[in-house]
């Protein structure tokens, strides 16, 4: 079974640039697509970048050119590093892999803990 550890994130300033960080254990990392999805009270959780097991990054149009994805097969973890960070990105954010397919839906069965970024302006 997959377990997935976010950590990173905090309060910073608008514009600031903090990083999160997620290692999964179980699975098979290097062949799937990982996903950084992140949830608000009372919206619905949405899919905010994902990088297929061979690369290239997708990402989602608000945040296009301020957050960048990345992934260590060895160490079996994904990055997401956030740039010029506006308060509407305030969020919990989410790892997960699996099958591309699941991850562009974001339907998995367990998610980790999530890791809380908030963001002050």
């Known amino acids: 079974q997959v377990q997935l550890v976010e950590s990173g994130g905090g309060l910073v300033q608008a514009g600031g640039s903090p990083s999160v960080s997620c290692v999964v254990s179980?699975?098979?990392?290097?062949?799937?697509?990982v996903g950084w999805y992140r949830q608000t009270p009372g919206k619905q959780g949405e899919l905010v970048e994902y990088?297929?097991?061979?690369?290239?990054?997708n990402y989602l149009d608000s945040v296009k050119g301020r957050f960048t994805i990345s992934r260590d097969n060895g160490k079996r973890m994904s990055y997401l590093q956030m740039n010029s960070l506006k308060p509407e990105d305030t969020a919990v954010y989410y790892c997960?892999?699996?099958?591309?397919?699941?991850?562009?839906?974001?339907?998995?069965?367990?998610w980790g803990q999530g890791t809380q970024v908030t963001v002050s302006s």
């Open positions: 997960n892999t699996g099958r591309l397919t699941i991850v562009v839906a974001g339907d998995f069965r367990s």
């Open positions: 179980g699975g098979f990392f290097s062949l799937n697509a």
């Open positions: 990088i297929p097991s061979s690369g290239g990054a």
